[in-house]
């Protein structure tokens, strides 16, 4: 027979999925603004990241210049909003005192926001310097690097602010 605690973190957890897809499809996603709005701030954020790091860059809707070349193009699968829930719903689902779960999730979300933002400029930079490490860092590298962030914030929210009873059985 599974351990009851873990047939409860699975209903949880389904229940968080179901909440967060019915949010998503039948409120945000309907009329695109909440999309376009993501998409935009995280082009803008790589257009400045860009730009701060000497490249003259410019910004087009959702696609990010560099020197007048167009390099990458933020979608709502690029804008991070996915891996925030991800994130927001493992730390629900471990629990805690209500305001440093708040507070957790929110400093985590910038983190991953920034992050985000650092990964969407450099892989303009790389775009536009040679498509071949463009290519490669798109699919391994920066997905590597956002997803390592998330399980260190998930480790660090788990080993500091989860208190985790040990029964001896």
């Known amino acids: 027979m ?6 409860i973190l699975v209903v949880k957890a389904l229940f968080l999925y ?3 897809y019915g949010v998503y499809v039948f409120w945000l996603a309907p009329d695109g603004k909440f999309d376009a709005w993501m998409n935009e701030s995280v ?3 790589g257009w ?12 087009e809707g959702t696609n990010i ?3 007048i070349v167009s390099t990458v193009r933020i979608n709502n699968g690029c804008n991070g909003f996915e891996i925030y829930c991800i994130f927001a719903g493992f730390i629900i689902l471990f629990g805690g005192k209500w305001w440093e779960t708040i507070l957790y999730i929110i ?3 910038a983190i991953l926001y ?8 450099l892989l303009a930079i790389d775009h536009y310097k040679s498509y071949k490490v463009f290519s490669f860092n798109h699919k391994f590298t920066y997905v590597i ?8 914030l998930w480790y660090v929210w788990i080993t500091k602010f989860v208190k985790i009873k040990h029964e001896n059985s």
């Open 107 to 109: 400093i985590g979300i």
């Open 65 to 67: 210049c560099v020197n």
């Open 2 to 7: 599974p351990d009851k605690k873990l047939i």
């Open 114 to 121: 920034v992050s985000n933002i650092l990964r969407v400029g």
């Open 145 to 152: 690097m956002v997803y390592s962030i998330v399980f260190v």
């Open 18 to 20: 179901l909440l967060w």
């Open 43 to 45: 082009a803008y954020g």
């Open 48 to 59: 400045l990241f860009v730009n701060a790091l000497g490249y003259d860059g410019c910004i």
